[in-house]
């Protein structure tokens, strides 16, 4: 295992200036700003980053892309033997798994399916839905134009979706009312059809 050169603390980031600053291993600062925080690498550490798990960035913001420097350097963190981090290494392995799934397959060798990982099944249904008319924005009936127990909703054509489940759309723009109780905002995506909207000029 090469040896890395510790380095200052971050006196800026891409998200503030750091409130809080604690150098993990040699060369990776957690550091923590009044808006976000995460992983602040050195120039020696982000090349050293496996390529599956490089970002263009040496910031890993601290929801997800942390994961990918605990999950490039788990036996340096294992060998501190801080009481925490297994638990720290289960959430990192779980959530790049579901949040970068192709990154954490290519990097661990493993197969992930669509019931391994929230983005890849978000994916599988995005585009089983490709042509259909998706809901890109929906308003209760607290909006002056959707009567009581409907929901308004707004939407294009679903023409695909991007590799982290974001769907695209295209085309024009569609109108309609669906009944309240039908209407399910966590679903990865809402079509017209499973809706039945009805559609208004």
Known sequence: MPAFAS???PVHTLW???EMATQRLAGIWSVRTRSHGGFVLSDERQAAMPEPLRLDSIYYEKHIDWTLVILAFEAEFAALK????????????????HWRP?????????????????VLKKVESIEAAIGEIGVRSASGDW??????????VYGQRIIGCDHL???QYDGP????LCDATRYDSTRPV???AALGVQLLP
């Open 82 to 97: 801080d009481q925490h981090f297994d638990l720290e290494r289960g959430l990192a392995h779980q959530t790049a798994r």
């Open 16 to 18: 503030d200036t750091p």
């Open 143 to 152: 909006a002056d134009w959707v009567p009581s127990g409907k929901v308004g």
């Open 7 to 9: 380095t200052p603390a």
């Open 102 to 118: 192709e990154r954490y397959g290519s990097f661990t060798g493993q197969v992930i399916t669509p019931s391994d990982s929230y």
């Open 190 to 192: 809402n079509t017209f």
């Open 165 to 167: 489940g974001f769907t």
């Open 173 to 176: 723009d569609f109108k309609g």
